[in-house]
């Protein structure tokens, strides 16, 4: 058995690999052009139309993990969480440099989606320590969608926030969200979820009502390197030229809260039952690992731009999907078999095959995305 096996929501992990897998999707069609025609790339189309969405759950799925570590680990998780994310600011920061150079501030503020990330953990998991949680997460999600409104009314641009590869708004408040909604969960079962439909299915109606765009874009001026690694220019001056980043709008927050409560409950509703069929028992082990997935798949997407391998087809981009599907399989199935040798491992001793000098204890990436 694994140990996602015996995870306490198993249908979290579930959950967490299929959005792990369409972001795999979404991001390979992004390298593809030109267009194609035909089912296969109306099939990539709709993963396009549909990446507000799988972009909102992977950080409310990160949330609702987070409420689920918080139980486990109580006052354990701060530090853990804290670490974490400096691990993936400063990740996010490497990533950054060979696609922008050194632009700043964007290089320290919004360095990339990964920052972005670990914003969201580290505010989260500071809500959950709070003295009272469900408040504080309350008050987080309202500032951070409030925050956007603003910026949406304004047309202002800040790196960080709303522009630049790493805006953070409101992807933190989906994070927010997402761990409320699994207290709520542990609390009332399925009750917390009618409740919150009650509220969120009217709000997805005005939305859809108001006809409004449920993204923003905002430009930042980074130099031009004509497809080469921005490391072999950074001594040089080049022209700038505007480069385009989305975010959710505030009204598009809003409008997806129905829609991702309702795949929450879902998952949780039925992941013990689908947990038991072995046929799922892949999709088990990289939700576990989806992090550790999620950020592989970003390296071998560079590799393969920059090896000047970029699909030009519909049926090129669904083959790289496979094969980044496969590698990250294979990665969470390490991964898993090296989180399983740690906890049969006796008190004090170090799980079979640990290099003298390492304590076995557990390296795998466990924030949830």
């Given at each position: 058995?694994?140990?996602?096996?015996?995870?306490?929501?198993?249908?979290?992990?579930?959950?967490?690999?299929?959005?792990?897998?369409?972001?795999?999707v979404?991001?390979?069609r992004?390298?593809?052009?030109?267009?194609?025609?035909?089912?296969?790339?109306?099939?990539?189309?709709?993963?396009?139309?549909?990446?507000?969405?799988?972009?909102?759950?992977?950080?409310?799925?990160?949330?609702?993990?987070a409420?689920?570590?918080?139980?486990?680990?109580?006052?354990?998780?701060?530090?853990?969480?804290?670490?974490?994310?400096?691990?993936?600011?400063?990740?996010?920061?490497?990533?950054?440099?060979?696609?922008?150079?050194?632009?700043?501030?964007?290089?320290?503020?919004?360095?990339?989606?990964?920052?972005?990330?670990?914003?969201?953990?580290?505010?989260?998991?500071?809500?959950?320590?709070?003295?009272?949680?469900?408040?504080?997460?309350?008050?987080?999600?309202?500032?951070?969608?409030?925050?956007?409104?603003?910026?949406?009314?304004?047309?202002?641009?800040?790196?960080?926030?709303?522009?630049?590869?790493?805006?953070?708004?409101?992807?933190?408040?989906?994070?927010?969200?997402?761990?409320?909604?699994m207290?709520?969960?542990?609390?009332?079962?399925?009750?917390?979820?009618?409740?919150?439909?009650?509220?969120?299915?009217?709000?997805?109606?005005?939305?859809?009502?108001?006809?409004?765009?449920?993204?923003t874009?905002?430009s930042?001026?980074?130099?031009?390197?004509?497809?080469?690694?921005?490391?072999?220019?950074?001594?040089?001056?080049s022209?700038?030229?505007?480069?385009?980043?989305?975010?959710?709008?505030?009204?598009?927050?809003?409008?997806?809260?129905?829609?991702?409560?309702?795949?929450?409950?879902?998952?949780?509703?039925?992941?013990?039952?689908?947990?038991e069929?072995?046929?799922?028992?892949?999709?088990?082990?990289?939700?576990?690992?989806?992090l550790?997935a999620y950020?592989?798949?970003?390296?071998?997407?560079g590799?393969?731009?920059?090896?000047?391998?970029s699909?030009?087809?519909?049926a090129?981009?669904?083959?790289?999907?496979?094969?980044?599907?496969?590698?990250?399989?294979?990665?969470?199935?390490?991964?898993?078999?090296?989180?399983?040798?740690?906890?049969?491992?006796?008190?004090?001793?170090?799980?079979?095959?640990t290099?003298?000098?390492?304590?076995?204890?557990?390296q795998?990436?466990?924030?949830?995305?």
């Amino acid at each position: 058995m694994t140990i996602a096996n015996r995870r306490s929501e198993p249908g979290l992990d579930l959950y967490r690999a299929l959005v792990v897998l369409m972001m795999f999707v979404v991001h390979a069609r992004r390298l593809q052009t030109p267009a194609g025609a035909g089912v296969l790339e109306s099939s990539l189309a709709f993963f396009m139309w549909a990446e507000p969405f799988i972009a909102a759950s992977f950080l409310f799925i990160a949330g609702a993990a987070a409420s689920l570590a918080h139980e486990r680990a109580g006052s354990a998780l701060l530090p853990t969480t804290l670490r974490r994310a400096l691990s993936l600011y400063a990740l996010a920061v490497v990533l950054f440099v060979p696609q922008y150079g050194l632009e700043l501030p964007d290089l320290l503020v919004s360095p990339g989606i990964l920052s972005a990330i670990a914003l969201a953990l580290v505010t989260t998991a500071l809500a959950l320590r709070s003295p009272a949680p469900e408040l504080a997460l309350c008050a987080l999600g309202i500032g951070v969608l409030g925050v956007t409104a603003s910026l949406d009314r304004s047309g202002a641009t800040l790196p960080g926030l709303n522009a630049g590869p790493g805006g953070a708004f409101p992807l933190v408040a989906f994070t927010a969200l997402g761990a409320l909604a699994m207290r709520a969960w542990r609390r009332t079962g399925r009750r917390a979820f009618g409740f919150g439909l009650a509220l969120a299915l009217p709000v997805l109606g005005v939305v859809l009502w108001l006809g409004q765009s449920w993204i923003t874009e905002r430009s930042s001026l980074y130099r031009v390197h004509d497809g080469q690694l921005a490391l072999l220019h950074l001594t040089q001056e080049s022209p700038r030229a505007p480069v385009r980043f989305w975010n959710h709008s505030a009204l598009g927050a809003l409008a997806l809260i129905a829609p991702l409560l309702a795949s929450l409950w879902a998952a949780l509703f039925a992941g013990r039952r689908l947990a038991e069929r072995r046929l799922l028992a892949p999709m088990l082990v990289l939700g576990r690992h989806a992090l550790a997935a999620y950020v592989v798949h970003l390296g071998l997407l560079g590799a393969v731009e920059l090896a000047g391998l970029s699909p030009s087809t519909p049926a090129e981009t669904w083959g790289l999907c496979a094969g980044l599907a496969l590698a990250c399989f294979a990665l969470a199935w390490a991964l898993e078999a090296r989180a399983l040798r740690t906890a049969s491992s006796p008190p004090g001793k170090p799980p079979a095959g640990t290099p003298a000098g390492d304590t076995g204890a557990d390296q795998s990436l466990r924030r949830r995305t």
